[in-house]
């Protein structure tokens, strides 16, 4: 039997969660996967075991400082892994041409650049960065196309429907009456709107189902994860605004739905796990051994299906509403909701400001015309510039 030939990853944002699964993933496949670079912001000493373990060519931080003490670390235990930190760093190890597969999981809008450099340059791109797309829109599905990259969606819920659509894009837009992505709802999915004012961050990051980073959990508790979803699944798929709903599902057995025009549902389950989806990415078309518990349908709980509470989620109807504004818009809700929930999680604002930011900037910045990435980057910084003066005017 033939060797299969290794398959050469590049993993963005290695030391947050979505990055730490994914090596879990490929240390369980040593004979199908290696690591060629890792990145990540300020984590020295996790990137240093990283390192010590997987051995890649190149490892990147984001500052100099950071950089030079891995640098020296790695000289101490002399080991040949190149650091780097420049500001194109990220988008020379997403391109490189020895790389067959880049995991994007760099948080926030941050992520683009390397996202573009990788589907230009034809990768396999795996999706964990959704604010890659929402910001980069038709933009970043040009680069896609253009350098015939394969995008594959990494986000459990966009995973689903990738997996419970038709295998030939071609038939999408015809067979399918609409998507369905389901949310948990967070940890305040019950709790009363008007005493959501005295949220504190650490509420908000402990979500009752899966285990994140402290941004997306705001996200998760707001739901403006799944404003961002929305958005994200209108440019992988191609479908109308109007064809994507939203269910709250507390139990997170069901990842999300297709329904079809002859109104069969097609549905993906499965435990509350990121490595089933990194896996899925990873090997596809294959299945292969992703390290999460299965499914013991003896034991489920009963599952439940509600519509959102606007007036518990305000910011969820956004995601409808930029997405039938100029393009960019979304672009502008990302950056919003970026600076909105850094200040949140700092003490500077209170839980319920970040809608109030978010819906304050959209008002205040509208996109020029968007010719490329430059536009979308200058877009992004006007829009985190309006967003901070409007929350330093607020009070906590």
């Known amino acids: ?200 961050p650490d509420q908000a990051c402990a979500h009752p189902n899966w285990v994140m980073g402290r941004k997306i959990s705001v996200d998760s508790a707001t739901m403006m994860n799944k404003a961002l979803e929305v958005i994200e699944a209108r440019y992988l798929f191609g479908l109308d605004p109007a064809q994507i709903e939203v269910v709250i599902h507390p139990q997170s057995i069901i990842h999300s739905m297709v329904q079809y025009r002859d109104t069969s549902v097609v549905a993906q389950l499965g435990t509350p796990d990121m490595r089933v989806p990194i896996a899925y990415g990873l090997a596809w078309p294959d299945r292969v051994v992703s390290g999460a518990k299965a499914l013991d349908f003896k034991a489920l709980p009963t599952m439940s299906f509600a519509v959102p509470d606007e007036k518990i989620f305000p910011g969820l109807a956004l995601a409808w509403e930029v997405l039938a504004a100029p393009h960019g818009t979304p672009a502008v809700l990302n950056a919003a909701n970026e600076v909105a929930v850094a200040a949140f999680l700092a003490g500077e604002i209170r839980f319920d400001h970040i809608h109030a930011i978010n819906r304050a900037t959209l008002d205040l910045v509208t996109p020029a015309e968007i010719r490329g990435i430059g536009d979308l980057l200058a877009l992004d910084a006007q829009a985190r510039a309006a967003a901070g003066q409007i929350s330093r005017n607020l009070k906590t």
């Open 1 to 200: 039997m033939l060797q299969m030939k290794k398959q050469s990853v590049t993993v963005l944002g290695s030391t947050g969660s979505i990055g730490v699964n994914t090596l879990d993933v490929i240390a369980a496949h040593p004979d199908r996967f290696e690591v060629f670079a890792l990145s990540a912001a300020t984590q020295t000493s996790v990137m240093l075991e990283q390192c010590l373990r997987f051995r890649p060519v190149y490892a990147v931080m984001v500052s100099e400082p950071h950089a030079r003490a891995l640098a020296e670390a790695l000289k101490m235990q002399d080991l040949s892994t190149e650091v780097l930190f420049a500001g194109d760093a990220l988008e020379s190890i997403a391109s490189d041409e020895r790389v067959d597969i880049v995991m994007a999981a760099i948080v926030g809008a941050a992520g683009l650049p390397p996202c573009m450099a990788a589907a230009r340059s034809g990768k396999r791109l795996l999706l964990a960065n959704k604010e890659a797309l929402v910001v980069g829109g038709e933009v970043f599905m040009q680069a896609v196309r253009d350098g015939g990259a394969r995008l594959l969606p990494i986000d459990s819920e966009h995973s689903a429907i990738f997996q419970s659509l038709p295998e030939d894009p071609a038939v999408w837009r015809e067979r399918v009456e609409k998507i369905i992505l389901t949310a948990s709802g967070g940890p305040f999915l019950t709790r009363a709107p008007d005493t959501l004012r005295d949220v504190t």
